[in-house]
């Protein structure tokens, strides 16, 4: 039953065109073909990326890290109270202003102090601004050395400069080493990225990256199953000609030189634009979606191979809206680019300014149950 099975989810007339099936891929002649065996090879890649990136962030960016200047600010811890941390882990971490005035009957504690305590809580579960810098360090190392040496495996190749040379002889084309190996290296690496993913960063868009992270393994996988390998190289050089300018730009960020991130943002916004927005979708998918259906009819492969790029591209797109926001924010001025996704870390010095909020309004006779009408809602990013 199960043979039966999978030999109908795997029949030939699904995942190719017409006339071809995997009988093609069948070494011969010296040729190499790939196989769906090699993916195996990712899982102790990505093992490896995981060990490696902990020795990296230890002896390369933490001293990096202190040598331009990247420092956490001392975090006021909240004091231990039972009640509002059942409800911090329970209820919500941004209680109500409702919420709040039961809170400080059952706790004996001010309204300024129920909130002082949120935000002090809130503040201990956000990552420090030396562990944002690590991790930006570790991917921009990577996607740079992945950029060039994606660029030294398709330079040479006639389908990199005519994009319709990837579908030439499809799919008997041979195996080419350096393409097995920017293959399970890319694909290794976004298996460690999913497998870090609880440990790592969470940013605003948190669940469009674990989307993202889903069908790039699936995209960068399937491609070398049915041997789309031409296409898919290009896709990864695609992606990595922006990754690692906007890594950087997050690196000076941290570190507060703000004419130098400002700088590289400016340029990572026209590398991704251009390449995520016009080279992808206009060239490159253009190639795999409308270029085929003039040589073979359509089939089920076809389909879903473009399906997973335009998960991408819708991606892209929304990601483009938030970089286009930031860049027009610090473009009059000469602000720091702040990120869009992440959450800014609230100081006690707000208290302040709310109670300068609340005297005013108790001037005014604002003052609700004999408590300032309160806005507790500091998601900001930064």
């Not at 690196?251 to 130098?260: D, E, L, S």
């Not at 992440?342 to 005014?364: A, L, P, Q, V």
């Amino acid at each position: 039953m199960l043979s039966q099975l999978r030999e109908q989810i795997w029949a030939d007339w699904i995942w190719f065109p017409e006339g071809h099936g995997w009988a093609d891929l069948t070494d011969h002649d010296g040729k190499v073909f790939p196989k769906t065996a090699d993916l195996w090879a990712t899982i102790p890649i990505a093992l490896c990326f995981l060990v490696i990136r902990q020795i990296f962030e230890r002896t390369v960016a933490i001293p990096l890290a202190s040598l331009l200047g990247v420092r956490d600010k001392k975090r006021v811890f909240a004091a231990p109270n039972p009640t509002l941390e059942s409800y911090f882990c329970s209820t919500s971490k941004h209680p109500t202003q409702s919420s709040i005035e039961s809170l400080s009957k059952h706790t004996g504690c001010s309204v300024r102090q129920v909130q002082r305590w949120f935000r002090r809580r809130r503040n201990q579960d956000r990552p420090s601004k030396v562990k944002k810098f690590r991790e930006a360090s570790w991917r921009f190392t990577f996607y740079l050395l992945a950029f060039f040496a994606g660029l030294a495996v398709l330079i040479d190749k006639p389908w990199f400069y005519d994009m319709k040379l990837m579908w030439e002889d499809f799919p008997k084309m041979p195996l080419v080493p350096s393409q097995y190996w920017y293959y399970m290296i890319e694909l290794g690496f976004y298996i460690s990225l999913l497998f870090s993913v609880a440990s790592d960063v969470k940013r605003k868009d948190f669940k469009e990256q674990i989307v993202h992270h889903v069908a790039t393994i699936s995209l960068i996988g399937f491609s070398w199953l049915v041997n789309y390998i031409r296409a898919g190289t290009l896709i990864m050089l695609a992606h990595d000609a922006s990754d690692y300018l906007m890594e950087s730009a997050k690196m000076f960020n941290y570190a507060g030189w703000r004419k130098t991130c400002n700088f590289i943002f400016t340029v990572f916004a026209a590398v991704f634009i251009v390449t995520r927005l016009v080279i992808l979708p206009f060239w490159i998918i253009h190639t795999t979606w409308v270029y085929p259906l003039t040589l073979y009819p359509p089939f089920f492969g076809f389909y879903f191979f473009n399906g997973l790029l335009l998960v991408l591209q819708c991606l892209h797109i929304f990601w483009a809206a938030l970089i286009i926001r930031m860049v027009i924010k610090f473009l009059p001025g000469n602000d720091i680019v702040e990120d869009e996704r992440s959450d800014k870390e609230e100081t006690d010095s707000e208290d302040e300014d709310d109670d300068h909020e609340w005297r005013e309004k108790s001037k005014n006779g604002h003052v609700q149950n004999g408590h300032a009408p309160l806005n507790n809602n500091h998601r900001k990013t930064d």
